[in-house]
T-cell receptor, first 112, second 115 residues
Framework: EADIYQTPRYLVIGTGKKITLECSQTMGHDKMYWYQQDPGMELHLIHYSYGVNSTEKGDLSSESTVSRIRTEHFPLTLESARPSHTSQYLC???????????FGSGTRLTVV | AQSVTQLGSHVSVSEGALVLLRCNYSSSVPPYLFWYVQYPNQGLQLLLKYTSAATLVKGINGFEAEFKKSETSFHLTKPSAHMSDAAEYFCAVSSPSGNTGKLIFGQGTTLQVKP
């Protein structure tokens, strides 16, 4: 079964550290997305990509950056983590001709 | 601009009772609408979607939703709640025009099912 994978599932890290959250999908989807979700809150789009070498900022301003060098891989990087970055980060993808995303299981990040 | 409002951040029902989760949308163009479910510490799973075909949409796990343009609503229902339905439910809207495919999510509704 095709799927979308996020690693790590949980991460606790100190302030100032650089971190990369991984997201990979095996479905060949061109469009990929990163959402940030605070506990009990709605999801906010922070980055998206139409395909290789395409990245755009989302509706919610974020200090993170993304890259899309390969279709299947859409990592998110924080150069210097801060406690305000503590949140759940959800990755999703969708094919061009259909609506509705496939979501990964998320990475729950805690910055101490 | 598009937006979604979910009425009621918490809904509690007894096992076997009707589940009704409310969603109203705002969109300047005919929308595509979705319901997702999120279990604790997991990602989101698509329950059902409306993409301009039949206005009554059936999804997984016995859920269904009806698109009512006159009321700008897309409420989620299930005739009989199970304990396993306890989760967070998100309504979302997307525009069929344009190329981004972005989803705008509501604030979510936590469904509690009491024995």
């Amino acid at each position: 079964e095709a799927d979308i994978y996020q690693t790590p599932r949980y991460l606790v890290i100190g302030t100032g550290k650089k971190i990369t959250l991984e997201c990979s999908q095996t479905m060949g989807h061109d469009k990929m997305y990163w959402y940030q979700q605070d506990p009990g809150m709605e999801l906010h789009l922070i980055h998206y990509s139409y395909g290789v070498n395409s990245t755009e900022k989302g509706d919610l301003s974020s200090e993170s950056t993304v890259s899309r060098i390969r279709t299947e891989h859409f990592p998110l990087t924080l150069e210097s983590a801060r406690p305000s970055h503590t949140s759940q980060y959800l990755c999703a993808s969708k094919p061009d001709n259909l609506y509705g995303y496939t979501f990964g299981s998320g990475t729950r990040l805690t910055v101490v | 601009a598009q937006s979604v409002t979910q009425l009621g951040s918490h809904v509690s029902v007894s096992e076997g009772a009707l589940v009704l989760l409310r969603c109203n949308y705002s969109s300047s163009v005919p929308p595509y609408l979705f319901w997702y479910v999120q279990y604790p510490n997991q990602g989101l799973q698509l329950l059902l979607k409306y993409t301009s075909a039949a206005t009554l949409v059936k999804g997984i796990n016995g859920f269904e939703a009806e698109f009512k343009k006159s009321e700008t609503s897309f409420h989620l229902t299930k005739p009989s709640a199970h304990m396993s339905d306890a989760a967070e439910y998100f309504c979302a809207v997307s525009s069929p025009s344009g190329n981004t495919g972005k989803l705008i999510f509501g604030q979510g509704t936590t469904l509690q099912v009491k024995p």
